[in-house]
Nanobody
């Protein structure tokens, strides 16, 4: 079984930075891919960034490329989302999610992820 706990949100000003953390409990981390999603009221969850744990390969949504960085720390079983140059449109609930590499479902959509954190609010004011 896989357990995911995300944290690190807060209220910041435009241009500021935040780092979100996602602690993962799993038997085999290397078999997982991790994603950070965000959601605003009335909209579907959007994949912001993702990383394949074993290969370290990453994906970023166009809206965050150059500003956000996803990374993993094997020693701490933790995935980070470093968010720089935050904009008001980045305001959302951010959730960490995990999927096994063999899981049937799109890597790029929420339905393709098996395990979810509780979510953390990020609010960026202008």
């Amino acid at each position: 079984q896989v357990h995911v706990v995300d944290s690190g949100g807060g209220s910041v000003q435009a241009g500021d930075s935040l780092r979100l953390s996602c602690v993962v409990s799993a038997r085999v981390l290397s078999a997982l891919a991790m994603g950070w999603f965000r959601q605003t009221p009335g909209k579907e969850r959007e994949l912001v960034a993702a990383i394949r744990w074993s290969a370290g390969s990453t994906y970023y949504a166009d809206s965050v490329k150059g500003r956000f960085t996803i990374s993993r720390d094997d020693a701490k079983n933790t995935v980070y989302l470093q968010m720089n140059s935050l904009k008001p449109e980045d305001t959302a609930v951010y959730s960490c999610a995990a999927r096994h590499d063999y899981y049937d479902g799109s890597f790029y959509h929420a339905a393709g992820y098996e395990y979810w954190g509780q979510g953390t609010q990020v609010t960026v004011s202008s």
